[in-house]
């Protein structure tokens, strides 16, 4: 059964830092992309992140590069996203997901090539 598992959310004021985990079971982690998503009230899920299965490549949303770091830990089977200089406009569920098996660059912001989503952490930024 593939399971993800979010944590590491919470509340914090604009400027802050926040790291984010995903641990996740049930299919041989290290030969995925894996992505991590956010979605806010009435909005529509939005791409951050996505790292190829051996940390050598990542792809970020330009309103979150230069803040947010990406990386995973194939011996723990856990995807980070590091998260620094938080804005209010960052405050949205977060999602992780198993992507593709390949690196398809830009493509990797689609959401369709996700599959397996987590239940999501919530992180919400104040003012």
């Known amino acids: 059964q593939v399971q993800l598992v979010e944590s590491g959310g919470g509340l914090v004021q604009a400027g802050g830092s926040l790291r984010l985990s995903c641990a996740a079971s049930?299919?041989?982690?290290?030969?995925?992309?894996m992505g991590w998503f956010r979605q806010a009230p009435g909005k529509e899920r939005e791409f951050v992140a996505a790292i190829r299965w051996n940390g050598a490549s990542t792809l970020y949303l330009d309103s979150v590069k230069g803040r947010f770091t990406i990386s995973r830990d194939n011996a723990k089977n856990t995807v980070y996203l590091q998260m620094t200089s938080l804005k209010p406009e960052d405050t949205a569920g977060y999602y992780c997901?198993?992507?593709?098996?390949?690196?398809?660059?830009?493509?990797?912001?689609?959401?369709?090539?996700?599959?397996?989503w987590g239940q999501g952490t919530q992180v919400t930024v104040s003012s």
């Open positions: 997901a198993f992507g593709p098996q390949t690196w398809v660059g830009d493509r990797l912001k689609e959401k369709s090539l996700y599959d397996a």
């Open positions: 049930g299919r041989p982690f290290r030969t995925y992309v």
